[in-house]
């Protein structure tokens, strides 16, 4: 991934959906006193205060979660799928009118087009400079594959560590399917593979 992929600036509507999740989850406190770790200083207004809404970039956010995963060891997995969730459910309630009508109709849709639609919305609002993701497959065999690595840029892992966009996933299908699915990130580009891609399977 190149460096100017990393200097891409993440799309507002995204990042502040996602603090705002993450301070639910956590508190704002350790919300801030991650950011100083991972060197987001610049947006932090005060210790009990959510960080100015200020542009923030890919290789940024990247240095974000591996301060989260960091920092809660073990339990960072269930964390950073919970925050995932819950900067769906952000995102989703800010749309604009139009965009909020078409995700909520998707759900009177056959589950086997909905949920690509679904996910093709949730690439659509995640995209940056520099980012590819689609949706592969057919049917109840779905992947979503991002060749960006959003939530693992810069970083080297021995196993994939997307939790963030596993919880996003899930909060995107949880909008339109229920719970009848299960999300497994099966390879990622933190432990050398080209792409994040994520194996959905439907129970």
Not at 41 to 47: L, Q, S, T, Y
Not at 64 to 78: D, I, P, V
Request: charged share 20%.
């Amino acid at each position: 991934m190149s460096q100017e992929t990393g200097q891409s600036l993440l799309p507002d509507g995204f990042i502040w959906s996602y603090w705002q999740a993450t301070a639910q989850e956590i508190g704002l406190y350790s919300l801030n006193m991650i950011m100083l770790r991972a060197g987001l200083g610049r947006i932090v207004v005060a210790e009990k205060s959510l960080p100015k809404r200020e542009p923030v970039s890919v290789a940024e956010f990247g240095h974000f979660q591996q301060a989260l995963r960091e920092y809660y060891g073990r339990g960072a997995r269930g964390l950073l799928t919970r925050i995932g969730r819950g900067a769906w459910r952000e995102m989703s309630q800010n749309l604009h009118i139009y965009r909020r009508i078409v995700v909520n109709f998707l759900r009177f849709l056959p589950a086997s087009i909905g949920v690509r639609l679904v996910l093709n919305n949730l690439a659509a609002f995640l995209r940056y400079s520099g980012s590819w993701m689609s949706v592969q497959g057919s049917g109840k065999d779905l992947s979503f594959v991002d060749f960006s690595g959003l939530a693992s840029f810069g970083q080297t892992a021995g196993e994939p560590v997307c939790w963030t966009m596993v919880g996003l996933i899930h909060g995107a299908l949880e909008s339109i399917a229920g719970k009848e699915y299960e999300v497994d990130e099966v390879s990622c580009r933190a432990a050398g593979s080209e792409a994040c891609k994520f194996y959905i399977k439907f129970l």
